[in-house]
């Protein structure tokens, strides 16, 4: 089977791209969201094929798998054909709504009322990553189903030498407290924090946290990314408002324990002995400060996050799930 796919959310498709159909990577001349091709802080499969997007109506594709709005027209312009109507297709819905009374145009719009841009449309299922997505867009029309996140495992690698926490955010300044950067400074008054991701460089300027509290580690390849946070001695997880971030999982692989704010879709992922979960950003801090003092208690508790990962997001249930809705909709 041949998959159109854009390269968007680079740990998801790492996962995806895994699987047994041949996968098609859009590619533009300026490499840009829309054509990004390959990556190159991921490692793919030879099977993963980059085609310019003008040669893309000369190549066999049987489904499309979309994953933003405009990829629809995008795909009806490079293949020449409709994705629903023409060509097999699935909508992956990666994030919350966030939508609310200030941006929307009409009742409908804001959460937890939010309607999706498929909700007339039966030809396109909507494929969620958590069940807390499913649950609160409204989908209407739209076929919905579930595939949870699945993790090519990084392998047990806590360390735990580093006295410190680690934070995974990328551009955490543009999102702000959608992800929970404003909650670092708290963070940092109780331990110091290394933040990893994308555009995290102004990060300690900006919220006014001292250097020696906050050092920064710019766009890492995934497996140094791996690498570095294993050598610290937990995991924070200050997202308020995701569907739940593959970091918090590859950093419960790797074997750290988690401490993470109760909401979205992380009360599922995060048992109680793997991690310290709560609403309460005191009873984070102090966690947060209680492990980074307790090597063992820390190690303990990643051993347990491990084994919970593995055995909720294990990647060969995640392809499994995947060419079961890819066979079905080609049918």
């Known amino acids: 089977m041949r998959v159109l796919l854009w390269h968007v959310h680079g740990s998801w498709a790492t996962s995806f791209v895994h699987g047994e159909h041949t996968t098609l990577v859009p ?13 190159e802080t991921f490692t793919w499969p030879d099977d993963v094929l980059e085609v310019p997007c003008d040669r893309l109506r000369d190549e ?18 490079w293949l020449g054909r409709r994705p629903g109507r023409d060509i097999p297709a699935v909508y ?25 841009f498929l909700h007339d449309r039966s030809d396109i299922p909507v494929v969620h990553v958590t069940h807390f997505n ?3 867009w409204n989908c209407g029309r739209a076929p919905t189903m579930v595939v949870e996140h699945g993790i090519v495992d990084p392998g047990y690698r806590f360390e735990g030498h580093w006295p410190r926490a680690g934070v995974v955010v990328n551009d955490p300044l ?35 946290i001292p250097a020696e509290s906050l050092w920064t580690f710019e766009d890492l390849p995934q497996h140094q990314m791996h690498a570095e946070l294993a050598r610290r001695r937990v995991y924070v997880h200050p997202y308020r408002w995701t569907s739940l971030g593959l970091a918090l999982i590859e950093a419960m692989m790797l074997g750290l324990p988690v401490v993470a704010l109760a909401t979205t879709e992380a009360i599922e992922a995060v048992p109680p002995e793997a991690g310290v979960l709560s609403t309460r950003v005191d009873t984070l801090t102090a966690a947060a400060r209680s492990l ?11 051993k347990e996050a491990r084994a919970a990962a593995l055995e909720r997001y294990a990647l060969p249930r995640f392809l499994r799930d995947w060419n079961r809705i890819l066979t079905e909709v080609t049918r």
């Open 292 to 302: 980074v003092a307790d090597p063992l208690r820390a190690r303990q508790m990643g």
């Open 27 to 39: 590619v533009t001349r300026d490499r840009g969201p829309d054509g990004k091709g390959r990556p």
């Open 134 to 136: 499913q649950l609160f």
């Open 60 to 77: 066999d594709v049987d489904v499309v798998v979309l994953q933003r709005p405009h990829e629809l027209a995008l795909a009806e312009e």
């Open 174 to 208: 543009r999102r702000g407290r959608v992800a929970g950067t404003d909650l670092l400074a708290e963070f940092a008054r109780s331990v110091p924090i290394d933040l990893f991701g994308m555009n995290v460089a102004d990060v300690p300027d900006r919220l006014g």
């Open 92 to 116: 992956v819905e990666h994030d919350t709504p966030r939508r609310t009374a200030a941006d929307a145009s009409s009742p409908g719009e804001v959460v937890p009322d939010s309607r999706h």
